[in-house]
Nanobody, 121 residues
Framework: QLQACGGGLVQAGGSLRLSCAAS????????MGWFRQVPGKEREFVAA????????YYADSVKGRFTISRDNAKNTVYLQMISLKPDDTAVYYC????????????????WGQGTLVTVSS
């Protein structure tokens, strides 16, 4: 089970940190990802991190502004977002899987409920 939180309303240029707490499995075995979705559009990849946290991957649209990290002792993955833009407005979902593509929605087996991020201009 994945529980995401940390969303909210922020002005353009501001920052937010999302958290996703996992329960019910061996957290360190899972690749963790963040995706986002706006109404009428497909869910899109934002960032992902390897089991150990050594490797991280980002969508081009967020490189240099977002940082994904994980704390396996706390069963939690984070998404630090800075320099937020109105285009970052979306529902953000955390997800997990044990192997395969980091980028593909269809590879992820477990999903959190989503947390809304709204960036005002």
């Amino acid at each position: 089970q994945l529980q995401a939180c940390g969303g909210g309303l922020v002005q353009a240029g501001g920052s937010l940190r999302l958290s996703c707490a996992a329960s019910g499995g061996t957290f360190s075995r899972y690749i963790m990802g963040w995706f986002r979705q706006v109404p009428g559009k497909e869910r899109e990849f934002v960032a992902a991190i390897s089991w150990s946290g050594v490797s991280a991957y980002y969508a081009d649209s967020v490189k240099g502004r977002f940082t994904i990290s994980r704390d396996n002792a706390k069963n939690t993955v984070y998404l630090q977002m800075i320099s937020l833009k109105p285009d970052d407005t979306a529902v953000y979902y955390c997800a997990a899987h044990t192997g395969g593509s980091y980028y593909s929605v269809s590879e992820y087996d477990y999903w959190g409920q989503g947390t809304l991020v709204t960036v005002s201009s």
